[in-house]
């Protein structure tokens, strides 16, 4: 029946399908030569971007062979190319690429392939040979830099066809980084010139970073502000960042280390995170200006960043990636909003910090679309984050200049304010000393009338102790050597009738209370022996207890005395009461100190002690010693500061 339909047809469309029929044999002979436009190239050759003559294969197993790719099962796979550069993004497919290279000279052709994108794991390249085979070219930043047939910082293949013939070239990429096509055909001449002038612009970009870095630091060690140092740092590792990008790093500073190559770009980039946080809260003084978005900073921001950078160095490279580029649009953008925020506030600070990083960030959000995918990769996209970063170095530093220059001129307006506030002060204590003066001799004035009365206080209270004290059948020494104030010490000896009396005490605290205090417990003893010079020792200190008390109660003071009083009867037994130092006793005897305890209560805390005071006695023989004191001679302090105590003592 085919057969007699394409009889009936018309003889222009038999033409048609004869010439199909015919060519249809041929057609599946030739069906791994690709049916893309070829590059044509000749002498004249100096650079052709080949993006639009290419097509392209998902492997998304990563398993496909050269002999899959070029098979005819495989051949309604390839897509054809419609832009200059080609961008997946993320993927964990492998991609194979495809282009014929025609050659229309005469002459045997020497050119360079390139993937100007430096980023790639593995690129492998096969050359077509005779008979069908192929041999491979591999290169990549999981290899050493030593290993490249071209050492330059892109992955160049040199290649050479002869005179008036074409090959089909495949290339296979497989990267965990972006998988991006940036491919073009040099001349080996034009490839030379071209490297020296990209090199000569990365040198001037890489000379103006550094020299902002030294500037940087210079006015950090003079003028000492943190922001400076953060900013230095921030720059640094901008700088480190931006030369493993585009694979200067990799060739110049660490070229056999392939891991620390690929896995030092998110690091990198975390570090530079971490510096402009810190250089954002010093430079827009957040603590003071907006203290919560400090604390946001010091406590979320900076810790999280922390941990995306410790996590680098375990994530696979491209959850390391994708995880630190998420963090530079969110940090950078808070960053962006917190200089909005305080440039409404009128912050001079923040009008240049938010308009120089508004460079960095449109540079890096142009350079992250492109990683992804989403924008093509071109002179704009490849190079925005170096162009927008020298804006955003050279004017953000020109604002710290600013700083300076603020600072400066703050610190004169300060100074001639200062010199104003000096005279004003100057004048001020000129008079507050003319007042002084007149206060300082009012108060001389009072000082000597003052110490005329201590003085007085002092020699009433001096006066009142014996003079000559003596006892029948003992040698007795005394001596009482008074402080600077007055004080509440008191020692006396009295005959009475036959008998003989010892009294020693000491009212709580110093000062002239305390002195009259004391002087009331002379002249109460002596007018109660006087009287009634029969008193037992505790019906002496019971009775000085009843007018001290009084007395005390009427001068509204929180006052108390130590006393003890000893009578001594027959010569050697001694009656005693009250309650002060223990009493010490030298026996000649034994060659032995005793210590007797007085056991009674102090005078002043009760209205009635008679219960309180019971009376001891103890005796002495020849040779023995007897020593009373107040505690002014055991709680001295010498020189370095030890107490002398009554061990000691």
């Known amino acids: ?85 080609l961008g997946f993004g993320f993927t964990n497919s492998v991609y194979w690429l495809r282009f014929t290279v025609k050659n229309k000279s005469g002459d045997e052709i020497k050119f360079l392939l390139s993937q100007s994108y430096p980023l790639i ?39 050479h066809l002869k005179g008036n013939a074409e090959a089909t070239y495949y290339l296979r990429q497989e990267s965990t980084s972006s998988m991006n096509f940036i491919l073009s055909i040099w001349s080996i001449d034009a490839f030379n010139e071209d490297t020296i002038t990209e090199y000569q612009l990365l040198l001037f970009y890489y000379g103006i970073i550094t020299v902002m870095i030294v500037y940087n630091l210079a006015l950090f060690f003079f003028i000492r502000r943190s922001e400076y140092i953060y900013y230095a740092f921030f720059i640094l590792f901008f700088l480190l960042f931006i030369m493993t990008q585009n694979g200067t790093a990799f060739q110049l500073l660490w070229p056999n280390n392939p891991w620390w190559a ?25 603590k003071n200006n ?36 998420l ?27 938010t308009t120089t990083w508004l460079f960095f960030l449109v540079g890096s959000f142009l350079y992250i679309l492109m990683t992804f995918g989403v924008l093509p990769a071109n002179f704009i996209t490849v190079w925005s984050i170096q162009i927008g970063s020298v804006f955003q170095v050279v004017l953000l530093s020109i604002a710290l200049a600013d700083r300076v220059n603020t600072m400066r001129k703050d610190l004169t307006t300060l100074t001639t304010h200062l010199e104003d506030k000096v005279d004003d002060r100057t004048k001020e204590l000129h008079g507050a000393m003319e007042e002084l003066e007149s206060m300082n001799e009012q108060l001389t004035n009072t000082r000597d009338a003052l110490w005329g009365e201590m003085q007085l206080a002092k020699k009433i209270q001096t006066v009142l102790l014996p003079r000559e004290p003596s006892m029948r059948g003992y040698e007795i020494a005394a001596r009482m050597m008074t402080a600077d104030e007055v004080g ?24 002239v209370s305390a002195g009259i205090i004391m002087m009331m417990a002379q002249t109460s003893i002596h007018t109660a022996l006087r009287l ?34 000893i009578a001594c009867h027959d010569g050697e037994t001694f009656h ?20 007797v305890e007085t056991r009674g209560i102090w005078i002043g805390v009760l209205a009635d002690i008679r219960s309180r005071s019971p009376e001891y006695t103890f005796t002495l023989g020849a040779g023995d010693v007897v020593l009373l004191y107040t505690d002014g001679i055991t709680e001295a302090f010498d020189m370095e500061g030890k107490q002398f105590s009554q061990e000691r003592l």
């Open 1 to 85: 029946m085919g057969f007699f339909l394409m009889w009936d047809m018309n003889s222009r469309m038999r033409q048609k399908i004869i010439l199909i029929l015919f060519f249809s044999p041929i057609a599946i002979l030739i069906n791994n030569t690709p049916l893309f436009s070829k590059i044509v190239i000749d002498k004249s050759l100096t650079n052709i971007a080949i993006g639009q003559e290419l097509e392209y294969l998902e492997d998304k197993n990563g398993q496909l062979s050269l002999e899959n790719a070029v098979s005819a099962g495989y051949q309604k796979n390839w897509r054809k190319s419609t832009a200059d550069t």
């Open 576 to 595: 005693f009461s009250g309650a002060h130092q223990d009493i010490m006793i030298y026996r000649a005897a034994s060659r032995e100190v005793e210590i």
């Open 327 to 353: 963090a530079t649009i969110v940090i950078v953008c808070y960053d962006i909003f917190l200089g909005v925020l305080l440039s409404f506030k009128k912050n001079r600070s923040a009008y240049f910090y």
């Open 532 to 565: 009634y010079p029969a008193l037992s020792a505790s019906e002496l200190i019971s009775a000085i207890n009843a007018v001290i008390y009084e007395n005390i109660k009427m001068m509204h003071e929180q006052k108390f005395m130590t006393m003890t009083v």
């Open 290 to 325: 907006n203290p919560l978005y400090y604390k946001i900073s010091i406590y979320i921001q900076l810790p999280a960043t922390y941990i995306v950078t410790l996590l680098c160095f375990f994530l696979p490279y491209r959850y390391a990636i994708s995880t630190s580029a």
């Open 121 to 159: 794991d593995h690129l492998k390249l096969f050359v077509p040979e005779a008979a069908g085979s192929f041999t491979s070219i591999e290169i990549g930043d999981h290899k050493n830099f030593s290993e490249r047939p071209c050492k330059n910082k892109n992955l160049i293949f040199p290649i």
């Open 262 to 286: 690929n896995y030092f770009i998110p690091i990198s980039l975390c570090m530079l995170l971490i510096f402009a946080v810190l250089f954002t809260n010093a430079f827009l003084n957040l």
């Open 488 to 511: 509440g010490d008191y020692y006396d000896v009295i005959n009475a009738e036959g008998r003989d009396w010892i009294v020693i005490g000491d009212v709580s605290g110093h000062g």
